[in-house]
């Protein structure tokens, strides 16, 4: 009975010690901030993604508002400023964070559908078009995405120096940041620019799949545009998913019912989850930040190219 009473006793403890936790950092943080890039227009940010933050609010019992930012640099200034407790993303942007001291981990990343964690920087052009390599685009006009982008500028510039073109101004008639894989896409369909980087994990999981199953890509007579209007010249090696990350100075029991909200997201909130890809992702996989130390050092590569070239 004595035995049986102390490991109550103790049971009883751990559980006022685990609740007293719990409401210090409720107390301290009774609001978190997520914070995510669009790949998108900002109503299909709102739509894709407030489902899931009402589940996370629900679980970890504390308001967590969507902040939607204008671009991957809003998101480095807002987690070093301390305003964003939990950030979405994509790998270059997170090595840029690191560089430039951001206290910022990995938890997770997300999972295909077929439980690999990677996608692929692709060159895109119109299935039209005359253009059959990259180097076939010596003076037209590339499309961009945004100067943090993994898929849409980093790997890119990495890929076309592996080309020989270790200067893309140089070679292009014009280099465009449109600001989102959406932009580059509608830059491409509407002929503002002759090719666009963009990501792409499979015929039916990329930006252009997306946009096409919404019906957002018309042809110049109005008819609703097809995944064969549109042809990948050029497709980089297999880039990791992006991390999700909070703040390394969370308390460690609040980090650790961020990650374990994720993980569980699948099964407590299907429907929350499936609406973040389309029902194209199988879950998020468990991450640390060393696991982006390959994308790390790429950064520094193309960095060093832009020096060169400037």
Not at 8 to 33: I, N, R, V
Not at 93 to 119: E, H, I, Q, W
Request: charged share 25%; hydrophobic share 40%.
């Amino acid at each position: 009975m004595f035995t049986r009473r102390i490991i109550l006793a103790g049971a009883a403890a751990l559980a006022f010690a685990g609740s007293a936790s719990a409401q210090d950092w409720k107390a301290k943080y009774p609001e978190l901030t997520f914070a995510v890039v669009p790949a998108e227009n900002a109503s299909g940010v709102t739509e894709r993604w407030t489902p899931f933050v009402a589940y996370l609010s629900k679980e970890l019992g504390v308001k967590v508002t969507l902040r939607i930012a204008n671009d991957y640099a809003a998101v480095i200034e807002g987690q070093r400023a301390g305003n964003i407790q939990i950030a979405s993303y994509g790998s270059a942007s997170f090595s840029r964070a690191r560089l430039t001291g951001v206290k910022t981990d990995a938890f997770a990343n997300d999972m295909n559908a077929d439980g690999s964690t990677g996608y692929y920087s692709v060159f895109f052009v119109k299935a039209s078009s005359p253009y059959k390599t990259v180097e076939d685009l010596k003076g037209k006009n590339l499309g961009l995405v945004d100067p943090n982008s993994t898929s849409g500028n980093n790997v890119p510039r990495f890929e076309l120096n592996k080309m020989g073109i270790a200067n893309a101004e140089g070679f292009f008639g014009k280099v465009v940041f449109t600001g989102s894989h959406e932009n580059a896409v509608l830059a491409l369909s509407q002929g503002t620019v002759d090719v666009a980087a963009n990501q792409w994990t499979n015929e039916d999981d990329s930006t252009l799949a997306q946009m096409l199953t919404k019906g957002m890509l018309k042809n110049a007579n109005g008819s609703a545009m097809k995944k064969d209007d549109f042809r990948i010249i050029h497709k980089s090696a297999l880039i990791i998913n992006g991390p999700y990350a909070y703040n390394t100075d969370l308390p460690e029991d609040l980090k650790a019912a961020i990650a374990k909200a994720f993980f569980d997201a699948p099964t407590k909130d299907k429907a929350a989850f499936d609406r973040l890809s389309d029902g194209q992702k199988k879950g998020f996989h468990p991450a640390t930040t060393k696991d982006w130390d390959g994308t790390t050092e790429l950064i520094k590569f193309v960095d060093g190219l832009r020096k060169k070239a400037s």
